[in-house]
């Protein structure tokens, strides 16, 4: 029992050293910034002769401004996308409207075809009155 606590300990021992050896060393300061040795210049760090560079956190925008870019952006894509919706709108409309009324004239040409006498004869009064609507509709084009 003591060989397995004591191989265990030395395999705890051996990781922490490879850890140790794996750690990441600190860069030196001195090979950071521009190539020829000068330290870059943030919005934190300025020269001698200038002024400091602070940032306003307390400065509200005032709303009677015109509005920036993404919102003129997002108000063209807003205007353009009610547009679409507007002309799909309109386009379902019109199919509608058409497939209305091809089915109210399929039912009536159905009806006359369908209707029959007391003894299960086609009735060739309403026949006649189809083929002879169709043969107008023919006429006028």
């Known amino acids: 029992m003591e060989t397995c606590v004591h191989a265990s300990i030395n395999r705890l021992v051996r990781c922490q050293k490879i850890n140790k050896n794996t750690k990441m060393k600190p860069r030196s300061q001195k090979g ?6 000068k330290p870059n210049k943030g919005p934190g760090k ?5 002024k400091p560079y602070f940032k ?3 400065k509200q925008k005032a709303k009677g401004d015109k509005p920036n870019k993404p919102e003129i952006r997002n108000l063209k894509r807003k205007e353009k ?5 507007a002309q799909r709108e ?4 019109e199919r509608d409207a058409q497939v209305k009324a091809y089915k109210k004239k399929r039912l009536e040409k159905t009806k006359a ?13 309403d026949r006649m009155q189809l ?8 006429k006028r084009n």
């Open 32 to 37: 950071q910034g521009k190539p020829n040795g």
């Open 46 to 50: 300025v020269a001698h002769n200038q």
């Open 56 to 58: 306003n956190k307390n």
């Open 81 to 85: 996308a009610a547009q679409e919706a």
């Open 90 to 93: 309109k386009v379902r409309a």
């Open 113 to 125: 075809i369908n209707k029959r006498t007391h003894k299960g004869q086609p009735l060739m009064k």
């Open 131 to 138: 083929l002879l609507k169709q043969i107008e509709d023919m």
